[in-house]
């Protein structure tokens, strides 16, 4: 199955700020997802990215507050514009593996706490 | 639309013990089903997935059901270890591509 390196592991920001993560998967992919995970939360999906089109936002989620970008089959990014305490979550990125038996593999996660 | 619920939504035994998780779904149209843990502040480690045309999956300790007529699958944890300690999701994928997680279970193992 892919291997996906996120970064950063953990931040600190201040409101109004914004905050850029990355997602490398070490196998070209045709679609990453993004998902949040708010405190105590399951994970909720945030936007599906496909590279070379804009990504699609779930119900909640709107492109000026989550953009994302997907340069290249291998590496995406999702912007967290203007934070606000709500903000505080876990994000993670993920990709489905190629295959019968492969589901889907997350990255380590981005542990964001707006301050 | 597809919601998927997860009992018990915690869970707390003596190490060695045998335990079910359980995981249900309302629509049956799945493509497949996913369980992975999280470690507290951290990313997803896949466990076990489960294809649609399949009843059963195993790997060491875990052994996975499902039984997508009625809507439902369970984890199987075999003989519990303080290493175990973790919340445990399920999840389901249906003809998209998107996956929809349960509410977890958080599971602690005491020796």
């Known amino acids: 199955s892919a291997v996906i390196s996120q970064k950063p592991s953990r931040d600190i920001c201040q409101r109004g700020t914004s905050l850029t993560i990355q997602c490398q998967v070490d196998?070209?992919?045709?679609?990453m997802f993004w998902y949040r995970q708010q405190p105590g939360q399951s994970l909720t999906l945030i936007a599906t990215a496909n590279q070379g089109s804009e990504a699609t936002y779930e119900s909640g989620f709107v492109i000026d507050k989550f953009p994302i970008s997907r340069p290249n089959l291998t590496f995406s990014t999702l912007t967290v514009s203007n934070m606000s305490p709500e903000d505080s979550s876990i994000y993670l990125c993920s990709v489905e593996g190629t295959g019968f038996n492969y589901g889907y593999t997350f990255g380590s996660g981005t542990r964001l706490t707006v301050v | 639309k597809q919601e998927v619920t997860q009992i018990p939504a915690a869970l707390s035994v003596p190490e060695g013990e045998n335990l079910v998780l359980n995981c249900s779904f309302t629509?049956?149209?799945?493509?497949?089903l996913q369980w992975f843990r999280q470690d507290p502040g951290k990313g997803l480690t896949s466990l076990l997935l489960?294809?649609?045309?399949?009843r059963e999956q195993t790997s060491g300790r875990l052994n996975a059901s499902l039984d997508k007529s009625s809507g439902r699958s369970t984890l199987y944890i075999a003989a519990s270890q303080p290493g175990d300690s973790a919340t445990y999701l399920c999840?389901?994928?249906?003809?998209?591509?998107?996956?929809?997680f349960g509410t977890g279970t958080r599971l602690q193992v005491f020796p």
């Open positions: 629509d049956s149209a799945i493509y497949n």
């Open positions: 999840a389901v994928r249906g003809n998209t591509d998107k996956l929809i």
């Open positions: 196998s070209q992919v045709t679609m």
């Open positions: 489960i294809q649609s045309s399949q």
